[in-house]
């Protein structure tokens, strides 16, 4: 059974860090490209961040660009979302997705003073 398993959402002040992560079972996570996606209330579900399988390369949406980093950990099956100098523009569900297995259930992230 596939599983991905999104933490580390919660609130934060404008300006503030979060660092996500994503467990993900059930699937051979380390041949498996990671991205994070988010969807804010009343907007369709946009992507954030992809790495590919050896973390030989990542990109990003121009909106989180230079504050937004995604790594994994291959031995410990575990995606990553480093979140800094985060705006309210930033607040949404995130959610992690493995190219061809799914997704997980998704973390909440409010950036408010």
């Known amino acids: 059974q596939v599983r991905l398993v999104e933490a580390g959402g919660g609130l934060v002040q404008p300006g503030g860090s979060l660092r996500l992560s994503c467990a993900a079972s059930?699937?051979?996570?380390?041949?498996?490209?990671m991205s994070w996606y988010r969807q804010a209330p009343g907007k369709e579900r946009e992507w954030v961040a992809r790495?590919?399988?050896?973390?030989?390369?990542?990109s990003y949406a121009d909106s989180v660009k230079g504050r937004f980093t995604i790594t994994r950990d291959n031995a410990k099956n575990l995606v990553y979302l480093q979140m800094n100098s985060l705006k309210p523009e930033d607040t949404a569900v995130y959610y992690c997705?493995?190219?061809?297995w799914g997704w997980g259930q998704g973390t909440q992230v409010t950036v408010s003073s």
């Open positions: 997705n493995a190219a061809f």
């Open positions: 059930g699937f051979t996570f380390s041949t498996s490209i």
């Open positions: 790495i590919t399988i050896h973390s030989g390369s990542t």
